[in-house]
């Protein structure tokens, strides 16, 4: 069975810490080839512009070449079923990349592809962000350990969840505020605790965005409405609105805190300019990251280890 990555915890914190090794020496040089004659089938359900620019433009720039596939224009649209996309796929390429509306269909993909599948984001998780997320929080702020993360917006969805896990894995606090119906799914919460029990931080759901950035050293938030949730759009504005992310807010948060987002960001909703462009913000250095760090993790899942790379 080929080592696929659906969710964050999908690595071991110790895999997460080689694949940031790796990061680290690719972020070095622009071009090794360490996957020189490999490709990447990057299949997606949804729109994109950093999932797609990164993970071509990481392959070209490991020797490597990406396909672009979506449902609309293959036989999908046609009827041929999932398993069957990934099995053909498999015959041809060497590793699959899938942007999904629902996290079944990524793990459909992977039981029944035989090369690596990676999780581009689904409706559950968006683990190659919050590799890229911690990766960031490593550069700035020199470890995960021991930071507080507190995000604050809505906390029911796949960019939450995936940094819950990662942070909890590398033993850092992550404090979640978010209104009563739009808080983590409880099984991912359930995970996220026995990460912390296991690697010693903690995580904590609540209402109040005041109590989640207190004191926080990385505040971080999401569109309020993501792919696919557009219906009951106005409700979910109303009831988000106390927790904008604004300078009043980030008055609470630690003197050098940064502010993160995974983008696209919809400025005035979730976050304002003044926070998202202001000094503390390092939200372009992250979205320059989902390209170091995918290729470690492409280069990681294809077997290509740090001493071949130097
Ligand atoms: N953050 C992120 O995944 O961006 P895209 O939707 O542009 O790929
Ligand atoms: N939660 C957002 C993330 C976009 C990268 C969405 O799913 O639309």
Same mark, same amino acid.
């Given at each position: 069975m080929?080592r696929?990555?659906?969710s964050?915890?999908?690595?071991?914190?110790?895999e997460?810490?080689?694949?940031?090794?790796?990061?680290?020496?690719?972020?070095?040089?622009?071009?090794?080839?360490?996957?020189?004659?490999?490709s990447l089938v990057?299949?997606?359900?949804?729109?994109s512009?950093?999932?797609r620019?990164s993970f071509e433009?990481?392959?070209?720039?490991?020797?490597?070449?990406? *396909?672009?596939l979506?449902?609309?224009?293959?036989q999908?649209?046609? &009827?041929?079923? #999932?398993?069957?996309?990934?099995?053909? =796929? !498999?015959?041809y390429?060497?590793?699959?990349?899938?942007?999904v509306n629902?996290?079944a269909t990524?793990q459909?993909?992977?039981d029944?592809a035989?090369i690596p599948v990676?999780?581009?984001l689904?409706d559950e998780?968006?683990?190659?962000q919050?590799?890229?997320?911690?990766?960031?929080?490593?550069e700035?702020?020199g470890r995960?350990?021991?930071?507080?993360v507190a995000y604050?917006?809505?906390?029911?969805?796949?960019?939450?969840?995936?940094?819950?896990l990662?942070?909890?894995?590398?033993?850092?606090?992550?404090r979640?505020?978010a209104?009563?119906?739009?808080q983590?799914a409880?099984?991912?919460?359930?995970?996220a605790?026995?990460?912390a029990?296991?690697?010693g931080?903690? *995580?904590?759901?609540?209402t109040?965005p005041?109590?989640?950035?207190? &004191?926080?050293d #990385?505040?971080?938030t999401?569109v309020w =409405? !993501?792919?696919g949730?557009?219906?009951?759009r106005?409700?979910?504005?109303?009831?988000?609105?106390?927790?904008r992310?604004?300078e009043?807010?980030?008055?609470?948060a630690a003197?050098d805190?940064?502010?993160?987002?995974?983008?696209?960001a919809h400025?005035?909703?979730?976050?304002?300019?003044?926070v998202?462009?202001?000094?503390h913000?390092?939200?372009?250095?992250?979205?320059?990251?989902?390209?170091?760090?995918?290729k470690?993790?492409?280069?990681?899942?294809?077997?290509?280890?740090?001493?071949?790379?130097?």
């Amino acid at each position: 069975m080929p080592r696929s990555f659906l969710s964050q915890n999908d690595l071991s914190p110790t895999e997460v810490r080689r694949v940031f090794a790796l990061t680290h020496t690719l972020k070095q040089s622009k071009l090794v080839p360490a996957l020189q004659g490999q490709s990447l089938v990057m299949f997606f359900e949804k729109a994109s512009t950093r999932t797609r620019l990164s993970f071509e433009i990481g392959m070209t720039q490991l020797g490597g070449h990406a *396909v672009y596939l979506d449902r609309e224009s293959s036989q999908l649209s046609r &009827g041929e079923s #999932v398993p069957d996309t990934a099995r053909v =796929v !498999s015959r041809y390429a060497d590793i699959m990349m899938a942007r999904v509306n629902e996290h079944a269909t990524v793990q459909a993909l992977a039981d029944a592809a035989s090369i690596p599948v990676i999780n581009g984001l689904s409706d559950e998780e968006h683990p190659c962000q919050s590799m890229a997320d911690l990766f960031t929080m490593l550069e700035h702020k020199g470890r995960v350990e021991g930071l507080t993360v507190a995000y604050v917006g809505d906390g029911n969805n796949n960019v939450t969840h995936s940094l819950m896990l990662g942070v909890t894995q590398l033993g850092g606090y992550m404090r979640v505020a978010a209104p009563p119906s739009l808080q983590p799914a409880e099984r991912y919460v359930e995970v996220a605790r026995a990460n912390a029990a296991q690697w010693g931080g903690s *995580v904590e759901v609540m209402t109040d965005p005041v109590r989640a950035v207190s &004191g926080a050293d #990385v505040v971080y938030t999401d569109v309020w =409405v !993501s792919m696919g949730r557009e219906t009951g759009r106005e409700d979910r504005l109303l009831t988000l609105e106390p927790y904008r992310v604004d300078e009043k807010l980030v008055r609470h948060a630690a003197d050098d805190y940064i502010f993160m987002h995974c983008l696209p960001a919809h400025i005035g909703e979730e976050v304002t300019g003044d926070v998202a462009y202001g000094p503390h913000s390092v939200i372009f250095d992250e979205a320059e990251n989902r390209l170091h760090v995918q290729k470690a993790l492409m280069a990681y899942l294809l077997g290509v280890s740090e001493r071949v790379m130097r």
